[in-house]
Structures are given as C-alpha cells and as structure tokens.
C-alpha cells in the first residue's frame, strides 16, 4: 500500500508510553508551517519536491516527517493522540475500527463540508472506492457521525499476475490466463508435470489470504450473503462457505500452490516471482514497482482471479491505498485541508504517479497512469475493500478462518473442520458483545 493491509497494528503499553513521553513537548508551534506525518518511504522524496512548490506557491511551508517502518509509525501516531500532539495533518493504519476510534476520539476533521463545496469539485474529482474507504455512511457499525473523513492520496488492487514467458515454456497462450477455476486446475497440470512452481503470495500473513478467500465468497455467495455473515445471521458453516473453503483444497490437490507457501511472507513471494520462480503471484498493484526494481526485464501481466461461479461477479479488494486526515484541533486545520485539495489536484496526482509509480487516486489522472499500472486499474470496476464496508468482522474470527486455511493447504484440516471452528469463535464473539 503500502496498500492499508486489513489487520491492525498491535502496539504495546510500554512503547506507547514511551513514545508518548518523547512526544512531549514536540507540538508544531503556529507558525512553523503545515506538518505532515507519513510512513511512505518511497514517495519521501517526491513529497519534499511537492513541498517546495507548494511553498513557491503560497508561502506556506510544509514539512513532511517520514516514520518508517509503518508499526513504527502507527505507535507514533497512537502516542500523539493519547498526548494530544497530532500534527497537522496524518494518516492512519489499521482496520476500520481504529479509524473509527480516532473519529469518535475528536482526533479526524470531518472533510464533508470541504468535498461538497463548489458543487461537490474535490469529492467528484476522486474515484468513487478510493473515497469510500474514508466514508462512514449511514447506519454504520461503528457508531460514527457520517460523513468523509480523509483524503485519498492514491489507489491499489490486489489481483493475480502470470509469467508470460513461463506460460510459453507451458504450451499455453501467453496472453490467455485462465478465466475460470476449472481452467485454472488445467494449468496446474501442466506446471506440475513440468516441475515448476505455481502460485506464490504471501499466505504466511493472514490478511492476504482472507483476501483471497473473500474474493471467492464474493463470487460464490455475493455481497449480501457475506456482510449477513458478518452480521451473524449466516454461519461459516453454510454451504456456501464450505465451497470458498473447499477451493483451498482443490488448489492444493492440483499442484498449484508452492511449497512453503502457509509459511511465506510476501516479500519472498515477490522475489520468487520476480526471479522467474513461479508462473503466478497473488499480489497487489505496489509489485510493479517492486518486480521492476528486482527484475526489469520481467514479463508479466495481470488478470481477475478465475471465476469459481458464474451466479456473481468476482470482486478484489482495492481502493484506497494510502490517505491523508486532518487534525481536528489543529489551529491550522483550515490551512490544511486546503493543501489538501492541493495536493489531490490532478497536476500533482499526475507528478506523484510518474514519480511514485502509485495509481493516482484523482480520476482526472488517468490518462497518466503508467502501462504497467494499467492492467491493475482495469480491475477497480470489481473492487471491494472491508475498510469500505459498513460493518467489520471480528478479529479473532478472520485470525481463526485465514489459519484454518493454512491447515487446509497443510493437509492438517478438511473445509468442514475449519468451517466449524470458526463459527465457534465467531459464536462466542457475538455473545460477548451481547453481554
């Protein structure tokens, strides 16, 4: 994202304290310009040029502080809020429910007035998903007032990508990945008669293989069935979930998923990929960057997952991948939000994807996405994302059914096993909460 990955981060009361004793003190006095917090390592140096003209411009400095890596930036942000020393502007990381603490807190401005003023130009400027990410609507599950609260700096999507040059040593048609599941078995065939490794991603981290298992419920059950599930009026122990689980099995059976793939974070599955070590990857729209800094010569592209069913569409998790919130006590929260809508405007949107190789989240930018981003943006009419939604599943239920997946591949657990017992965590949840 860094894409916003789905699990929180967790962070420690000693480090929290600690930090936040350092914190003090360290408030941006009124008139040392607009501070900005950010743990985007890669786009530190097109930030300060951003600067730079920014201040040309109006006069105004910014000054964008770089906390990296992101765990290190998240207790930071977390320590300020606690001493009430945010700065002017940051981001957040987690799920939507510690975005939501943060609103509730009175720590986020809410940008609604801003992004419907003149005829709603900042709002209409930004894809719809990218904004939704940052949207509590009505009747959420959290409790928030609705309204927008952050703006998007740029976009991502999390798709399948194939080796084309694997796929001629297969026989197979290298501009013709499988579109179908049952296609997708066919070809683990071939990669397994020929020795070769299948599929990569980095299935040691539970958010990334909840993600691709709820890109299959999507497809399998819809939408509706899923969020019922969440709400607890649908057990994991539905058929139709039984069938997103099964998929695990049956992929593994083919011969499609790599060795060590329960156990291997996505940076291995990156450079596997990159090194011409496996024919597809499940990865999102950052890789090509990161596949263009590992291997430049590397020819690949990107493809939806293969349909299991054709009864709904299948959806990937996109939107936004990186935003911005405004301080709500800042004194210069006014100042900031309009380098805000400065910053989203399509002539820096259009520097920061050249720059950064990141989506621009400003639709205005299209025309300047890179070829190689291309193929990701093609995939954001069927994107989803569960910080989009108006309700988020419980924790320790996405932990329980993304390490029953793991047993699956592993060949330790069968579906019905792992479809059991998470509903028998997500059955003591809800019965906490309603106590």
Same mark, same amino acid.
């Given at each position: 994202?860094?894409?916003?990955?789905?699990?929180?981060?967790?962070?420690?009361?000693?480090?929290?304290?600690?930090?936040?004793?350092?914190?003090?003190?360290?408030?941006?006095?009124?008139?040392?310009?607009?501070?900005?917090?950010?743990?985007?390592?890669?786009?530190?140096?097109?930030?300060?040029?951003?600067?730079?003209?920014?201040?040309?411009?109006?006069?105004?400095?910014?000054?964008?502080?770089?906390?990296?890596?992101?765990?290190?930036?998240?207790?930071?942000?977390?320590?300020?809020?606690?001493?009430?020393?945010?700065?002017?502007?940051?981001?957040?990381?987690?799920?939507?429910?510690?975005?939501?603490?943060?609103?509730? +807190?009175?720590?986020?401005?809410?940008?609604?007035?801003?992004?419907?003023?003149?005829?709603?130009?900042?709002?209409?400027?930004?894809?719809?998903?990218?904004?939704?990410?940052?949207?509590?609507?009505?009747?959420?599950?959290?409790?928030?007032?609705?309204?927008?609260?952050?703006?998007?700096?740029?976009?991502?999507?999390?798709?399948?990508?194939?080796?084309?040059?694997?796929?001629?040593?297969?026989?197979?048609?290298?501009?013709n990945p499988p579109q179908?599941?049952?296609?997708?078995?066919?070809?683990?065939?071939?990669?397994?008669?020929?020795?070769?490794?299948?599929?990569?991603?980095?299935?040691?981290? +539970?958010?990334?293989?909840?993600?691709?298992?709820?890109?299959?419920?999507?497809?399998?059950?819809?939408?509706?069935?899923?969020?019922?599930?969440?709400?607890?009026?649908?057990?994991?122990?539905?058929?139709?979930?039984?069938?997103?689980?099964?998929?695990?099995?049956?992929?593994?059976?083919?011969?499609?998923?790599?060795?060590?793939?329960?156990?291997?974070?996505?940076?291995?599955?990156?450079?596997?990929?990159?090194?011409?070590?496996?024919?597809?990857?499940?990865?999102?729209?950052?890789?090509?960057?990161?596949y263009k800094g590992m291997?430049?010569?590397?020819?690949?592209?990107?493809?939806?997952?293969?349909?299991?069913?054709?009864?709904?569409?299948?959806?990937?998790?996109?939107?936004?991948?990186?935003?911005?919130?405004?301080?709500?006590?800042?004194?210069?929260?006014?100042?900031?939000?309009?380098?805000?809508?400065?910053?989203?405007?399509?002539?820096?949107?259009?520097?920061?994807?050249?720059?950064?190789?990141?989506l621009p989240a400003n639709?205005?930018?299209?025309?300047?996405?890179?070829?190689?981003?291309?193929?990701?943006?093609?995939?954001?009419?069927?994107?989803?994302?569960?910080?989009?939604?108006?309700?988020?599943?419980?924790?320790? %239920?996405?932990?329980?059914?993304?390490?029953?997946?793991?047993?699956?591949?592993?060949?330790?657990?069968?579906?019905?096993?792992?479809?059991?017992?998470?509903?028998? %965590?997500?059955?003591?949840?809800?019965?906490?909460?309603?106590?």
């Open positions: 994202m860094r894409f916003l990955k789905a699990g929180a981060v967790l962070v420690s009361i000693i480090a929290v304290l600690s930090l936040a004793v350092a914190g003090c003190g360290q408030k941006p006095s009124a008139n040392s310009g607009i501070t900005v917090w950010h743990w985007m390592t890669d786009r530190e140096p097109a930030f300060m040029e951003l600067a730079k003209r920014y201040e040309a411009r109006t006069g105004i400095k910014v000054n964008f502080d770089l906390f990296a890596p992101s765990d290190t930036y998240s207790q930071k942000v977390r320590a300020a809020a606690q001493g009430d020393n945010l700065p002017d502007i940051f981001g957040i990381l987690g799920e939507k429910r510690d975005f939501a603490s943060f609103v509730k +807190a009175g720590h986020i401005l809410e940008l609604t007035p801003y992004m419907d003023a003149n005829g709603s130009a900042w709002k209409k400027s930004f894809y719809a998903l990218a904004l939704a990410v940052n949207e509590f609507t009505d009747g959420n599950g959290y409790g928030v007032q609705p309204g927008i609260y952050g703006a998007p700096l740029d976009i991502m999507a999390i798709e399948m990508v194939y080796n084309k040059a694997l796929f001629r040593k297969l026989g197979l048609n290298p501009e179908t599941f049952a296609e997708l078995l066919e070809t683990a065939k071939l990669i397994k008669q020929a020795n070769m490794q299948g599929l990569v991603s980095g299935w040691g981290e +539970a958010w990334m293989i909840n993600c691709f298992a709820n890109n299959y419920a999507f497809n399998i059950m819809g939408q509706d069935k899923v969020m019922a599930t969440i709400k607890g009026e649908v057990p994991y122990t539905d058929p139709d979930w039984i069938k997103v689980l099964s998929l695990f099995k049956e992929m593994q059976d083919s011969g499609l998923l790599a060795s060590g793939l329960v156990n291997m974070v996505n940076k291995t599955a990156e450079q596997l990929f990159a090194n011409e070590k496996a024919v597809f990857a499940f990865n999102g729209s950052w890789c090509v960057n990161v291997n430049p010569q590397l020819d690949y592209a990107a493809f939806l997952p293969p349909m299991a069913s054709t009864q709904y569409p299948m959806a990937i998790w996109g939107g936004a991948g990186s935003s911005f919130m405004v301080n709500a006590r800042s004194p210069k929260r006014e100042e900031a939000v309009k380098f805000l809508i400065w910053l989203t405007d399509k002539n820096q949107q259009d520097y920061l994807a050249e720059a950064t190789n990141n639709k205005q930018s299209a025309s300047s996405i890179p070829g190689s981003f291309a193929m990701f943006a093609r995939g954001l009419d069927q994107a989803t994302h569960p910080n989009a939604w108006y309700i988020s599943e419980f924790p320790t %239920v996405i932990e329980a059914f993304s390490k029953g997946i793991q047993s699956i591949i592993l060949g330790e657990k069968t579906p019905e096993q792992v479809a059991a017992e998470t509903q028998a %965590v997500k059955e003591r949840e809800l019965a906490r909460e309603r106590k």
